[in-house]
Every structure is written in structure tokens, then in C-alpha cells.
């Protein structure tokens, strides 16, 4: 029979640091909570724009029913990323969530560990960035005189541009992430 290995002695003052350190995961709840206030505060704008959308429906062209459609989306997105980050968040920093007893519970929010969390909120971030860029362009055929100035192309140009930045991010956040999971593979 293997012999256990005796308990390491620990200095109080080393304990005790750890101990604080660990507890202090829980100073992150309040982040999580006032992320919680974000989402009521976006399912108020969220109601707002779907009343006003209702209101100019029967009037509108379509390309303004498409605009309010995207503005409704995007609203959807940025309280999807925002769940995301609170229940993967909360889940691998500050304490686990048990989920028994609740029959609804989607699978995947006990399941995302850290590089799923960076993936899911690249891939979130890269979806507004698209629907941003989609309702620009939609504008441009609103334009009162049906012309693009120098400052509206000037702002298409940096949307495109940042949605491209964040896209190529997303693609190598993915590509370091494969790569440090392959390592880790080979290790074991």
C-alpha cells in the first residue's frame, strides 16, 4: 500500500493570503449584478424601439422596416452577449452555479470555460459589429437627396474597417487558442 503524502505545513500568514485571495472571487459579484441592471435597462430600450417601430410600420418603406429589424437585433445581440458574460463569468470566477431543479436550463451555461467564454463574446462582438455595418449601409439609400457626402463614406469607411479589425481578432484569438490546445494535447 502507497504511503499518503503527510500535509504540508503552511505559515499562517501564507494561509491567511490565500484564503483572502481566494475569497476575493466574490468582489466580482456586484460586476455581475449591475451587468444584470444592463440587461433590464437594454429590455427597456429594446420595448421602446419595438413601440416606435410598431408606430411608423404602416408608413415606412422597406428599407426602413429593415433598419428597424436590425436595430431590434442588435439590441437582441449586445443582451445576449451580456448573459454570456454573466453566467460564464460568474460560473468560472466567482463560484459554480447548480442547476438542479431548474428543468429550463440550457446546457451550454455550465459547460463554457474561459477560451469558449472568448470565443462566444468575439463571435457576439463580430455579429453587432456586421449588423452596424448592414444598417449603415441600409442609410445610405435613406439619404434625403440620395447622395453620400464625404463624411458619411468617411464613417462607412471606419465601420468597415473596425468590423474588419474585429473579425481578423476573432480569427486569431481562434488560431492561438487551437494552437495552445494542441500543446496541451502533446503534453499530456
Avoid: C
Avoid at 460564464?88 to 459554480?96: R, T
Wanted: charged residues 15%; aromatic residues 12%.
Amino acid at each position: 500500500m502507497a504511503k499518503q503524502p503527510e500535509p504540508r505545513s503552511v505559515p499562517f500568514f501564507e494561509l491567511w493570503l490565500e484564503r483572502l485571495i481566494f475569497q476575493s472571487r466574490w468582489v466580482m459579484a456586484p460586476f455581475y449584478f449591475g451587468l444584470i441592471i444592463s440587461l433590464l435597462i437594454l429590455l427597456m430600450k429594446f420595448v421602446q424601439e419595438l413601440i416606435h417601430f410598431i408606430a411608423i410600420a404602416a408608413g415606412s418603406t422597406e428599407a426602413d422596416i429593415i433598419l428597424g429589424v436590425l436595430a431590434l437585433i442588435d439590441l437582441s445581440l449586445t443582451a445576449n452577449l451580456v448573459l454570456i458574460v454573466v453566467f460564464s463569468g460568474y460560473e468560472n470566477f466567482v463560484s459554480k452555479i447548480d442547476p438542479e431543479g431548474h428543468p429550463d436550463w440550457p446546457e451550454w451555461m455550465t459547460q463554457i470555460d474561459f477560451t469558449g467564454l472568448k470565443q462566444k463574446l468575439f463571435a457576439s462582438i463580430v455579429a453587432i459589429s456586421a449588423v452596424q455595418v448592414l444598417k449603415a449601409f441600409m442609410k445610405l439609400g435613406n439619404m434625403p437627396d440620395g447622395t453620400t457626402g464625404a463624411s458619411t463614406d468617411r464613417y462607412l469607411f471606419w465601420l468597415v474597417g473596425i468590423h474588419i479589425v474585429f473579425v481578423l481578432s476573432g480569427l486569431a484569438l481562434a488560431w492561438t487558442d487551437k494552437i495552445g490546445d494542441a500543446k496541451h494535447a502533446k503534453g499530456h
